[in-house]
């Protein structure tokens, strides 16, 4: 049985904006998300010294900032050792151009550490209403009154009611006391590695079920099973952080219902045209001939290629098949003439799609 997802849409989340191609977590990651047309900017949560939620991944300012630089005396640069204040001086977006010098621009430099309010006001204005927002409340033991910080500046901004809001956590305690300040708002459970170790995924999404709408789990633990009880009780699948278009279309044939990930360009491309969802099979291969086909996700016409050469630039033989509901969206296609106990490269792609799909055959003796 084929699993799909049980919302209309796949969502698109910019995971703490579009981070492969900017300061995770700035307003500038931010922006680029909404320009590649994401359907939420996710964000994390941090508590200052004197009160402040600041967008920020790490408990501590040492790896996106420049807080050594700045406070060399205060190691190891908790955010929650410091005021807005200061936070407000640093530099968060220089070491993205260092670490990533591919991707690095000028308007990084200088980046600084967004308030939640602020964040939400960017994205809000930037993405006209239409752009969702994705909370989570990082590291909630550590800083006491966050659940009721983040509730109070959702009313302030007047988002606390937006059809495209999302609260996540690890923490089940957060989510809970999340729930009882404002019921109204779609909870996330976030699951790492281990936290589902021994237990029945039945019995804990049902449980989950009492105050979420949704679960979040690191990409590794997703399969049949995990979907599958998921939806029994109606609760979403948003895997992360998914960052090449294989895990993507892998995913995406388990009938996930949205994906985090850096690479937001990527997952939207995909979602918005036809392309490859069950790779490429080969079957029927004698000394001269062979048939590829594969399965999309729609109506549209496929192209393979094969060839000697694994960089196709020489003795490529190219072939298109047209995939439709009558056959079950399979395209096929037989290639003839071919040589004798001879490795052969393939790729095949739809034709709307930038997803790829590779391999390579051997003909019989």
Do not use: C
């Amino acid at each position: 049985m084929t699993l799909r997802p049980i919302t209309t849409d796949v969502m698109v989340i910019a995971h703490r904006g579009a981070s492969a191609y900017g300061p995770e977590n700035t307003l500038a990651a931010y922006k680029q998300a909404i320009m590649m047309k994401a359907d939420y900017v996710e964000f994390d949560l941090q508590m200052t010294k004197d009160g402040h939620l600041v967008t920020l991944h790490d408990e501590t300012l040492a790896r996106t900032t420049n807080a050594e630089a700045f406070f060399p005396n205060r190691a190891p640069w908790r955010v929650k050792d410091f005021t807005l204040e200061e936070i407000r001086r640093l530099d968060a977006g220089s070491w993205f151009n260092k670490t990533y010098p591919a991707q690095a621009k000028k308007e990084f430099i200088g980046q600084h550490v967004p308030t939640l309010e602020e964040a939400i006001n960017f994205v809000q204005q930037h993405g006209k209403g239409e752009v969702g927002l994705y909370i989570e409340t990082k590291a909630p033991g550590v800083y006491p009154g966050m659940e009721e910080n983040v509730i109070e500046i959702l009313n302030k901004t007047n988002v606390l009611d937006n059809r495209k809001l999302f609260l996540e956590s690890f923490s089940e305690q957060s989510l809970r006391k999340l729930k009882k300040l404002a019921p109204q708002v779609k909870l996330v459970q976030l699951y790492k590695r281990g936290m589902l170790a021994g237990k029945n995924v039945y019995q804990e999404f049902k449980r989950v079920s009492e105050y979420a709408a949704g679960v979040g789990p690191s990409k590794e633990l997703v399969g049949r099973k995990l979907v599958r009880a998921a939806h029994q009780y109606y609760l979403l699948v948003h895997p992360w952080t998914v960052n090449t278009q294989d895990d993507m279309v892998s995913l995406l044939s388990l009938g996930v219902d949205g994906q985090f990930t850096n690479n937001t360009d990527q997952l939207v491309d995909l979602l918005e045209k036809p392309f490859i969802s069950h790779g490429v099979a080969n079957g029927d291969i004698t000394n001269t001939s062979a048939i590829l086909w594969v399965r999309t996700n729609g109506n549209t016409r496929v192209r393979f290629e094969i060839s000697t050469d694994n960089h196709f630039n020489s003795h490529t033989m190219v072939k298109t098949g047209h995939a439709d509901e009558y056959h079950d969206f399979i395209a096929s296609v037989e290639f003839i003439g071919l040589k004798p106990s001879t490795k052969y490269y393939y790729r095949a792609y739809t034709v709307s799609s930038k997803y790829i799909i590779t391999g390579s055959f051997q003909t019989l003796p």
